[in-house]
DNA sequence: CAATATTACATAGCAAGCTATGTATTGGAG
DNA sequence: CTCCAATACATAGCTTGCTATGTAATATTG
């Protein structure tokens, strides 16, 4: 079959994504934290006091990314870090009581992007829709350049 | 509904958008194209001579943001810009014999990785998928940031 | 137990996205 | 024709992704 950008996945994936980073990041700027700083956080509101290990494995990006963000984060008052007792090596990272604060705001946030995108959407279409991601991810994730 | 990752469109598209350009990017780079001056590529390609400003229509990115991948590509060998007879605010990008030659190698790096992310997939799956994104785009699109 | 390897994180440097703003050319109003 | 607005692009500065590499602490091995 012949390439055209209106069928490739990627494209129209790259596009969807950074339609939804730039309304998500409207809606959670003005409260403070950064588009960014919003993976980690929604892992962290589910536990607190992971070290960054934890939370590469957790988000699928790279460790120096991470670091970057954490630093941004402590900065703008979301996190602490501190040395872990027993392990020297290991960073955990700690919410502040701000961002502890700001967890409903934020998840009300992400699900109006959500709710917007897939309006018109029945509760079957939704499903689906994620199901296809994950076979997708899956896919990707598993032959991780070995294709 | 409560919130979480697993169920959240825009943390799922998220993911695989790092996934796939990931991907195209191993397979791309070694071909002399980076990762952002591909979709500028898959235009031209289509339509060589291109002004900026159409390219950015086209793209759906800001329009600095394309003056510095242009730039990127200029220093690559990828395009050249020449000033408009007739407007001499205008620059048309014109392709460089190197970057139209890379073109078939370049569709089957796309479809290569697209093919990979869609593997299971049968033909009405696919197109499946490839609406239900389209409607997505049609509604954080027609909707702009008024939602 | 000293030397080495491994682990966890930090730093440097680049790409590619964004907003805000600057600059040069063109078009239009008086 | 002159002045001002609009247009097309460039520049500056930030974020967030990446790879490659450095550093300090811990674990392992001869």
Redesign the pocket.
């Known amino acids: 079959m012949e390439f055209s950008v209106d069928t490739s996945l990627g494209y129209q994936i790259n596009h969807v994504a950074?339609l939804l980073a730039?309304d998500l990041e409207a809606r959670i700027k003005p409260e403070g934290i950064?588009?960014?700083?919003f993976?980690a956080l929604l892992h962290l509101w589910e536990k607190d006091g992971l070290?960054?290990?934890e939370l590469v494995a957790r988000l699928g990006?790279?460790?120096?990314?991470l670091?970057?963000?954490?630093?941004?984060m402590e900065r703008d008052g979301l996190v602490t870090?501190r040395r872990d007792e027993g392990?020297?090596?290991?960073?955990r990272v700690r919410l502040t009581p701000k961002a502890r604060a700001l967890r409903e705001v934020a998840y009300d946030a992400a699900m109006d992007v959500n709710a917007k995108a897939l309006q018109g959407f029945d509760e079957a279409e939704r499903e689906l829709l994620m199901a296809l991601l994950r076979r997708v991810i899956l896919s990707v994730e598993g032959t991780e350049n070995n294709g």
């Not at 670091?67 to 941004?72: E, F, N, S």
């Not at 392990?87 to 960073?91: I, L, M, S």
């Open positions: 950074r730039r950064a588009l960014g700083a993976p070290t960054q290990k990006i790279e460790q120096p990314t670091a970057a963000t954490l630093a941004r870090r392990d020297g090596r290991v960073q």
